[in-house]
C-alpha cells in the first residue's frame, strides 16, 4: 500500500523528512531561535528566582553542589525541582518521540513545541497573577519551565539536526568549534550552526537579563511562549 511501511522494511531515518514535511521554517533555524530562548529562560530563573538553572542542567548540577555546600543564595529544594521537573520532562518527550517519529519529523517537533507553548504560557501566567518571591511562585515557573526544557531536549536529540543536537547547553559546541578549527584537527574550519548557536544562546541571555532587570517576569515568559507557538505551526521536518 502506498505511504505504508511494510513491517519487513528497514525502519525509517527520523532525519529524512517526507515531501509534505519540508514545508515551512527549516529545523536549523527554528533549534538557533529555541537555543535563543534557552538562554533567555535561564535569565529569567536565575536572575528572577534565586539563581537556579532550569534549561542548562549542567549548570544547574553545579549550582546544586553550591548549595548542597551551603553557599549563600542558592537553594537545595529549589534546584533539586529543576533537576526533577527536568527528568520528567525529558521522559515524556522520550515517550512521544518513540510514537511520533516514525510517522512524521514535522508532527513531533510541533507537537512539543505546541506543549512547551502551553507550559511557558501558564509559567508567564502565574508570573503574572502571583507575587515574584512567592513560594507557589517561584516552584511553579521552576517546574513548568523545566519540565517545558526536558520535553524540548528529548526531542531535538531525537531529530538528529547535525550540529544542533541540543538548544540548551554550548559546552560541548565551544569544544566543537576549537578542536575543529584550522589551529585545531582542521576537519571543519567554518561550522555556522554551532557559531550561530553560541551567538543564539548569548543572545537570549542578555535579552532575558535586559527583561528580567527592567521589567516583570511574565513578559520574557510571555516572549518564549509566543515564540514556541510561532515555531510550532512554521516549522518543517527539514533540516
Do not use: W
Not at 534565586?50 to 546544586?64: K, P, R
Not at 575543529?180 to 584537527?185: F, I, L, Y
Amino acid at each position: 500500500m502506498t505511504g505504508t511501511q511494510h513491517p519487513t522494511d528497514p525502519p525509517r531515518d527520523p532525519r529524512a523528512a517526507a515531501p509534505h514535511d519540508a514545508r515551512g521554517l527549516r529545523l536549523v533555524h527554528a533549534l538557533l531561535a529555541l537555543t535563543a530562548m534557552s538562554g533567555l529562560i535561564d535569565a529569567v530563573t536565575y536572575l528572577g528566582l534565586g539563581h537556579v538553572f532550569t534549561a542548562n542542567m549542567t549548570g544547574n548540577v553545579v549550582v546544586l553542589g553550591f548549595a548542597a555546600a551551603g553557599a549563600p543564595g542558592f537553594s537545595v529544594p529549589h534546584t533539586a525541582a529543576s533537576l526533577a521537573c527536568f527528568l520528567l520532562g525529558a521522559t515524556t518527550g522520550g515517550r512521544m518521540t518513540r510514537r511520533l517519529t516514525p510517522r512524521s519529523r514535522r508532527g513531533l517537533a510541533r507537537t512539543t513545541l505546541g506543549a512547551e507553548a502551553l507550559l511557558l504560557g501558564a509559567a508567564a501566567a502565574v508570573a503574572a497573577l502571583t507575587p515574584d518571591d512567592a513560594p507557589v511562585t517561584v516552584y511553579a515557573i521552576i517546574a513548568l519551565t523545566a519540565f517545558a526544557m526536558g520535553l524540548r531536549n528529548a526531542t531535538v536529540r531525537k531529530l538528529g539536526v547535525r550540529g544542533l543536537t541540543t538548544t540548551t547547553v554550548v559546552t560541548m559546541t565551544l569544544t566543537g568549534l576549537a578542536a575543529d578549527s584550522r589551529a585545531g584537527d582542521g576537519t571543519r574550519p567554518r561550522s555556522p550552526r554551532r557559531t550561530g548557536s553560541v551567538v543564539s544562546m548569548f543572545a537570549g541571555a542578555v535579552l532575558g537579563a535586559v527583561l528580567v532587570l527592567h521589567h516583570d517576569l511574565a513578559v520574557p515568559l510571555l516572549l518564549a511562549a509566543a515564540t514556541s507557538a510561532v515555531l510550532a505551526v512554521t516549522i518543517s521536518g527539514k533540516d
